[in-house]
């Protein structure tokens, strides 16, 4: 009996340890590419560490061919974007309806399972809706995804040198939940990111497109969605986000210092990725509010120009719509598509 106990014990410490590991992962990476984009003079300093700590959430080191063609993809799309913004630059019709075909596509792939698929979403919905609002801007958010791209990269190989992870305790964080009815949840969330884009081709800054943008697609790709408490539990990882958000800018803004900076994104990284790394349930709900931290902090200590439309609290409150929009049409709109299947 003391033997199984013993052994149980051992046990338990080496997921702890396995916990803290991956814990101090995603806050070093996601500190570091914060304060890396931040001192390079980055429109959009916080790619690199939402990259990192996407990556990381997702469980296992990634190995050298894996990350080239993560490199590979990410520059492929943002060219493709890039191109079909200038083509269509003069034919919005037929630019919504390249773009909503392309996001569909990519959602279809993601409910399949396919995650690299997140990568042409994640430039199919921005690029050309940045390109509509200043090709010069669009230009900004390319060369900062590429780039930050590669640190991104650079920081997970890093964390994972420095905090090594037994490979068989985190496979299973490896494998992309796949949808029961792929097409119903791609159209349904298709609707919803396009319902944003055609909103965001006659008004909305650059700032206010960011931050909506990657709520959306951030609550988006997750299956979770579809359960109540689980997309009230989205709402609350978002509202968290922002809170942490807000503290932190006035941390920073008391000691402006690139040191400080590294240091206040280091513990709220703390925070949140000791939650990601204690429940797979829970997971995707924290890394939400960890990505909505980094993406308003972030904004609120970038170049982009600022507007009263844009003011740090009122970036919270967008979030929030945000939140509550995304969860509610996609929800309405999957349960219709799913009825019209059921009838027909």
């Not at 080191?61 to 630059?89: H, P, Q």
């Not at 709220?268 to 990601?276: E, K, M, P, T």
Request: include cysteine; charged fraction near 10%; aromatic fraction near 10%.
């Amino acid at each position: 009996m003391s033997a199984e106990l013993r052994d149980a014990a051992v046990v338990e410490a080496e997921v702890g340890s396995q916990r803290h590991a991956m814990a101090f992962r995603i806050a070093l990476a996601a500190a570091g590419g914060f304060t890396l984009g931040h001192l390079l003079g980055w429109d959009f300093p916080f790619l690199p560490s939402m990259i990192a700590v996407q990556l990381l959430s997702a469980g296992p080191s990634l190995d050298v061919r894996r990350a080239i063609g993560f490199v590979v993809f990410m520059a492929l799309g943002c060219g493709v974007s890039l191109f079909i913004s200038s083509a269509f630059a003069d034919k919005p019709l037929t630019l919504v309806v390249v773009v909503g075909l392309l996001i569909f596509l990519a959602f279809l792939a993601v409910a399949r399972g396919k995650a690299a698929a997140v990568i042409f979403l994640i430039t199919t919905a921005f690029v050309p809706l940045m390109a509509f609002s200043s090709i010069e801007l669009a230009y900004g958010l390319v060369h900062d995804l590429v780039l930050g791209s590669v640190l991104a990269l650079f920081l997970v190989f890093l964390v994972h040198a420095l905090f090594p992870g037994r490979r068989g305790t985190e496979q299973s964080r490896s494998e992309a939940a796949q949808e029961d009815a792929p097409v119903t949840v791609a159209l349904a969330n298709t609707g919803v990111v396009m319902s944003l884009f055609v909103y965001f081709m006659g008004s909305g800054t650059p700032t206010s497109i960011i931050v909506l943008m990657i709520t959306a697609i951030t609550i988006l790709q997750q299956s979770s969605i579809a359960g109540r408490e689980a997309a009230f539990g989205l709402v609350v990882g978002n509202i968290a986000g922002g809170l942490a958000a807000t503290v932190a800018y006035l941390m920073v803004s008391l000691l402006p210092s690139p040191a400080f900076l590294f240091l206040v994104v280091l513990f709220f990284g703390l925070v949140f990725g000791a939650r990601i790394a204690e429940s797979d349930k829970m997971a995707p709900i924290y890394t939400v509010g960890t990505v909505t931290m980094l993406v308003v902090l972030g904004l609120g200590l970038s170049p982009l120009p600022q507007d009263s439309g844009t003011l740090f609290l009122s970036r919270i409150a967008t979030v929030i719509v945000a939140s509550l929009y995304t969860i509610g049409v996609a929800s309405v709109l999957r349960s219709l598509l799913a009825r019209r299947d059921a009838l027909a």
